[in-house]
């Protein structure tokens, strides 16, 4: 199977269920496992370097209100490798390439290649995200391990603050504007030992301020 991964998180899954061999292409921002880097880019980021975040967030707003992405897709390169799956997203428009486009530019590819899109919310989600994987590429045991893993792990970590105190907790994923970290973030704080002021599980991130930071200590 020839897969091109349009989503970070994707190719690190794809490499931890064994079939790294298949990758064959992946997104600018894909730097883990090490072999990757050595694999063809095939998006770009199109915003200049060196704008600070907040130009970065105008930028993004002015984009997206134009209906166009922060990043480009080489779709003359996608035709070329001709993959049988492309896994991308839809879950966040600033995130990746447009899931529209990917999928107008496979519609035009010889060989036809599924488009699988992964939009989790939430931490068993993420996990089903691996299954979903796992099954797309024969690699159903490997999914079972590596899942089980997780669940331990997370398993191990609530266990080890069970009874202790609950610090409150403000998690941003951007700082000008302040964002509050939804979808799986308020879950693993709670996991942590925890307690979330801002953000909801399974909800999307949401501008905010630093007034309702403060207000929420």
């Known amino acids: ?47 200049p370097a060196g704008l600070s975040a907040r130009e970065i967030d105008s930028a993004v707003k002015e984009r997206t209100l134009a209906g166009l992405s922060i990043y480009e897709l080489d779709d003359e390169l996608l035709r070329d490798l001709r993959p049988d799956l492309i896994v991308t997203q839809e879950l966040c428009t600033v995130c990746a390439v447009s899931y529209d486009d990917v999928r107008a530019i496979a519609e035009e590819i010889e060989t036809h290649p599924r488009v699988i899109s992964l939009d989790p919310h939430t931490v068993g989600e993420v996990l089903g995200d691996v299954r979903t994987l796992a099954q797309l590429t024969d690699r159903k045991d490997a999914a079972v391990e590596l899942v089980r893993d997780a669940a331990a792990r997370i398993d191990r970590v609530r266990l080890a603050v069970r009874g202790a105190r609950r610090p409150r907790v403000a998690a941003l994923e951007w700082l000008d504007p302040p964002f509050a970290a939804g979808h799986w973030v308020p879950q693993l704080i709670e996991y942590a030992g925890g307690e979330d002021v801002l953000g909801f599980a399974g909800e999307r991130s949401e501008e905010t301020t630093w007034q309702a930071v403060e207000a929420a200590q």
């Open 1 to 47: 199977m020839r897969i091109v991964s349009l989503v970070p998180s994707a190719t690190e899954t794809l490499f931890a269920l064994g079939v790294g061999s298949d990758v064959i292409a992946v997104t600018h921002e894909c730097d883990y496992p090490p072999a990757v880097r050595e694999l063809p880019k095939i998006t770009r980021d199109v915003l």
